[in-house]
């Protein structure tokens, strides 16, 4: 199969771990006799600097002409955030991207095999065993996509963010939840603020709409404050979360924690209507070890192996992926995120670039 890739590697680790999925892929095509392209644009700080804009029209152009999108990171250190080059670099860049392609719902699998265990920082782990659910979030709405402002009166300083939604955006989201539930353990639970937030209620009247078309799927609601305390206590309970974009956000950091670190957590952003895919890690640009050669590329590594399941419908080659990366985990190989703590002997520390190597290696061996 011939297909079309933009990879955009951002900022921060972005471009070390975009490199590595771009590595794995290729070693996907030869092993099963695809053609992958891949076109390099800027994005982020690292657009700024070049065109002075944080998502510029050759990477907006680009966009518009491929199968899929690999995207790094973006976002420079949270202490630089004043400087021109970083100031509204998220918000300027890959709210933009989202809003552009209507790529309006996230899906971000936590998934911890039983023989991982160790990684896990809850004690009842080694009790429950594997952990597997997905948050479902809301990626286009919300208070993200509303007014923000500032404003000074009588010497005081005030700020302003808007939250809305409207149903149909619920709607959509809600039925990519609802259809996966049917393929999984099928339950769904909804997490809103609807004892405070109008948006919720709206959110939770909607959802409960969309359920009537799945008799099948036991539906529950959760308050955002009640569900953190829940993915804490026992997230075992858990199958998928339908969440709004501020919360899923939250929450997802969250989950990375209980499967050991957000270097190990992919996302695939999917435009619901039409199918196309924006596929990049749930964590940000990491400015504290960028360059070192130390950060995990394993959560861009499984990126670009959900790019392959949703967008090319390669559902071989993406577990294959997933099956080299659960190898390598379990024959004791780590990057450093997952090495403190843990003190097992048998373990052996890689660098970012080392881990790829072994992971290609597993590839080839299946
Ligand atoms: P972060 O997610 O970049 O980092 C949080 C912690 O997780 C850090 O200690 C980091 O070293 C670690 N970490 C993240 N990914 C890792 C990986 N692959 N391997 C090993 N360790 C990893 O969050 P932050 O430090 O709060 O934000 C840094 C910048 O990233 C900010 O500018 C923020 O706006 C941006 N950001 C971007 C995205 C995105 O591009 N999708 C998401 C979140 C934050």
């Known amino acids: ?12 680790i972005g471009p070390e771990v975009v490199e590595q999925a771009v590595r794995v892929l290729q070693a996907v095509a030869q092993k099963y006799g695809h053609h992958f392209e891949f076109y390099h644009s800027e994005i982020g700080g690292a657009a700024f600097e070049k065109y002075g804009k944080h998502f510029p029209d050759t990477t907006k152009e680009l966009c518009s002409q491929v199968n899929a999108i690999l995207l790094g990171s973006v976002g420079g250190p949270v ?19 989202r809003k552009q392609f209507s790529f309006n719902a996230n899906i971000r699998p936590l998934f911890l095999d039983e023989k991982l265990i160790e990684l896990c920082p809850l004690k009842r782990a080694a009790q429950y065993g594997s952990l597997d659910l997905v948050v479902i979030r809301e ?14 009166s009588d010497g005081i300083r005030s700020a ?13 989201v809600a039925k990519v939840a609802f259809e996966l539930a049917k393929a999984r353990r099928g339950k769904v639970t909804s997490v809103d603020k609807a004892n405070v937030l109008e948006t919720s209620r709206l959110w939770r009247e909607v959802v409960n709409e969309v359920a009537l078309s799945y008799p099948e799927i036991k539906l529950e609601h959760i308050l955002v404050d009640n569900c953190a305390m829940k993915m804490v206590q ?15 956000d939250i929450l997802s950091d969250l989950g990375a924690s209980l499967i050991g670190s957000l270097g190990l957590l992919p996302s695939a952003s999917i435009n619901t209507g ?31 192996a959900m790019l392959l399941r949703h967008s090319f419908k390669m559902f071989e080659e993406a577990s294959a992926i997933e099956k080299a990366v659960g190898s390598v985990l379990k024959n004791g190989f780590r990057t450093r995120d997952l090495w403190f703590g843990s003190g097992a002997r048998s373990e052996e520390l890689l660098s970012t670039v080392e881990m790829t190597d072994a992971i290609i290696r597993f590839l080839g061996d299946l």
């Not at 199969?1 to 921060?12: E, F, Q, S, T, W």
């Not at 302003?160 to 959509?172: F, G, H």
């Not at 026992?234 to 199958?239: E, G, I, S, V, Y």
């Open 139 to 152: 990626l286009i709405g919300d208070i993200y996509f509303g007014k923000h402002e500032r404003s000074i």
């Open 160 to 172: 302003i963010d808007v939250a809305s939604y409207d149903e149909k955006q619920i709607y959509s």
């Open 79 to 97: 202490a630089e955030s004043h400087l021109l080059k970083w100031q509204n670099c998220e918000r300027n860049s890959l709210l933009q991207l």
């Open 1 to 12: 199969m011939n297909k079309r890739i933009a990879v955009l590697p951002g900022d921060g």
């Open 234 to 248: 026992n997230p075992w309970d858990f199958d998928v979360l339908l969440t709004p974009n501020l919360f899923g």
């Open 274 to 304: 039409s199918g196309f895919g924006l596929y990049e890690p749930a964590g940000g640009s990491a400015p504290d070890i960028a360059g070192k050669n130390q950060a995990n590329p394993i959560a861009q590594i499984l990126s670009a």
